[in-house]
Structures are given as C-alpha cells and as structure tokens.
T-cell receptor
Framework: AQKITQTQPGMFVQEKEAVTLDCTYD???????LFWYKQPSSGEMIFLIY??????QNATEGRYSLNFQKARKSANLVISASQLGDSAMYFC???????????????FGQGTILTVHP | DVKVTQSSRYLVKRTGEKVFLECVQD?????MFWYRQDPGLGLRLIYF???????EKGDIPEGYSVSREKKERFSLILESASTNQTSMYLC?????????????FGEGSWLTVV
C-alpha cells in the first residue's frame, strides 16, 4: 500500500519569495516515482515535476524544484520567486513499480492550497 | 496536442438517477482511470481499466461501475446517484509501459446530486 501525506492545508507567501510545500510518503515498492501537480480553480491538473526514486539528482523544472530526501521519505516542492499565478491547489502524488506494472495508478496527498499575496 | 476529454463539466442530478460520466482520449492509451476529488481527501481512485472490457477496482469503487467498450472511451456509471457522490470527478490515461510523468488528465466533471 502507498500513502502520501501533505500536512499543510494552506500556505501563504509573498510575491517574489520562495515557498516550500511539504510531502511525505510511504511505500513498500522497490521503485517509485513522485509527482507534483498544480490545480487552478478551473480544475485541470497541470504536471509540474517528477522525481524517480533512483534518480541521483533532485529534479528541477524552471522555478520548481523537488527536494527529495529518500531516507526521510520526503519530496517537498520548492517554488522560487512566487508569482500571483502560482495561487492554486498543489498535489503530491506517487506511482509505484512493484516488479510488474502499476498500470500508472497514482496515489495522491490531500493537497495544499497556496495563496500568493502581492 | 494530446487530449483527454470529459464530456460534461458541470452536472446536476437527482438522487436515484443513473448518471454517466464519459471520458475520451485520443492518444491510443491502454490504461484509463477515474478519480474522485474531495476537499481534504485529495484524489482517490475509483476504477481503472488496462484494456478494452478489462477493469479493476480502485480504492473506493462502492456505488460506481465502469464500462470500456472501446479503447478510447472509459465511462463511469453511478447506478443510483446519492448525495454523498457529489464531488469532482477526474479521468486520466497513460500509455501502457509509459514512463514516469506521461499521465494525462481531463479537465474534470463537477457533479452535484440533489
């Protein structure tokens, strides 16, 4: 079984500052992938960043970076230089690879609502 | 441009009605999923399908069924809608054996059961 925990229901950040959204996970799968998605009020799920469990380096995509600490089972999202358009719900998710195929199933956390203040 | 399309964005149905939520993908993906999203609970997997006519239960299948008669279409069925099924429903698809981040989502269907 897999579990994703996001302990911050809501976060506030000042425009142009950095913010970290927390995510911890639990899995018995030997290999797994960790995702972050952004969901604006329109409802679409926007893929932000992906980290494979065997990737040696932390993933980065523009202003997004994933602080992956495997021993701590954490995969925090860092958004640098926040923008007003970053205000949205953010989900951490996991896909496991347990020898066979996972079929691409994702397990999601509860989500964190980020509000960026001008 | 790859696409997962959910035919209805907003629906209002009465308790006891049979409800169909349709999802179509144009990427020839084998695997398709239905998730339900609720505040404070995130997204939870209802059902998924890995081939035509093949389906498997997810974490919360009770009160739902699915149909996959064609590869591109995956339908979620509420046989007798109840108020506790008021939620946002998201469809997703992925190519079988697809690499880590190639999962595509539809835009979501907001269902209100009154």
């Amino acid at each position: 079984a897999q579990k994703i925990t996001q302990t911050q229901p809501g976060m506030f950040v000042q425009e142009k500052e950095a913010v970290t959204l927390d995510c911890t996970y639990d899995t018995s799968d030997p290999s797994y992938g960790l995702f972050w998605y952004k969901q604006p009020s329109s409802g679409e799920m926007i893929f932000l960043i992906y980290q494979g469990s065997y990737d040696q380096q932390n993933a980065t995509e523009g202003r997004y970076s994933l602080n992956f600490q495997k021993a701590r089972k954490s995969a925090n999202l860092v958004i640098s230089a926040s923008q007003l358009g970053d205000s949205a719900m953010y989900f951490c998710a996991m896909r496991g690879y347990a020898g066979g195929t996972s079929y691409g199933k994702l397990t999601f956390g509860q989500g964190t609502i980020l509000t960026v203040h001008p | 441009d790859v696409k997962v399309t959910q035919s209805s964005r907003y629906l209002v149905k009465r308790t006891g009605e049979k409800v169909f939520l349709e999802c179509v993908q144009d990427m020839d993906h084998e695997n398709m999923f239905w998730y339900r999203q609720d505040p404070g609970l995130g997204l939870r997997l209802i059902y998924f399908s890995y081939d035509v006519k093949m389906k498997e239960k997810g974490d919360i299948p009770e009160g739902y069924s699915v149909s996959r008669e064609k590869k591109e279409r995956f339908s979620l069925i509420l046989e007798s809608a109840s108020t506790n099924q008021t939620s946002m429903y998201l469809c997703a698809s992925i190519l079988s054996g697809g690499s880590g981040n190639t999962i595509y989502f539809g835009e979501g269907s907001w269902l209100t059961v009154v």
